[in-house]
């Protein structure tokens, strides 16, 4: 459910604030993690799968909706090779209002388990809720 073209998480393990949105990078839905309402720390969405035979990349796309600053308010994302135990950050802190979906690639090993998490953080402050959307999730 990467494109989340279900209308729902299905497939994800929540946790804080998350729900699908209709405005998506392609087709009907992406998955908003955080909310329009201010929230506490960490929202996020995960899930574990092995990389099929021949693939090399995984890609997402994000949008952030951060009126903050990238101190207090943020998208991030990690992917953890659970074959090797190494986690990477294949998104770095970002906070913009720029409304733009941005395209995230990193490498993976055909055979191997990952686990990505994809992550939004609000500082709880009435006056700027942070969210992001997160939409069309592949391996090839």
């Known amino acids: 459910n990467g494109g989340f073209e279900t209308g729902n998480l299905s497939g994800w393990t929540s946790a804080g604030t998350t729900s699908v949105s209709g405005t998506a990078h392609s087709g009907s839905y992406s998955a908003q ?3 329009t309402a201010p929230t506490n720390g960490n929202s996020s969405i995960k899930q ?5 035979s021949g693939s090399h990349t995984l890609s997402f796309w994000y949008q952030v ?15 953890k090779d ?4 190494k986690t990477t950050t294949v998104l770095p802190k970002k906070c913009n209002l720029n409304g733009t979906w941005v395209q995230v690639s990193a490498s993976v090993t055909a055979g191997h388990s990952y686990t990505l998490t994809l992550i939004s953080h609000d500082d709880n402050y009435p006056g700027d809720p942070t969210y992001t959307l997160y939409d069309d999730v592949s391996v090839s």
């Open 33 to 35: 993690v955080g909310g």
């Open 48 to 52: 574990t799968f092995t990389a099929p």
């Open 65 to 79: 909706v951060c009126p903050d600053t990238v101190t207090y308010d943020w998208a991030t994302a990690t992917l």
């Open 82 to 85: 659970n074959t090797s135990g």
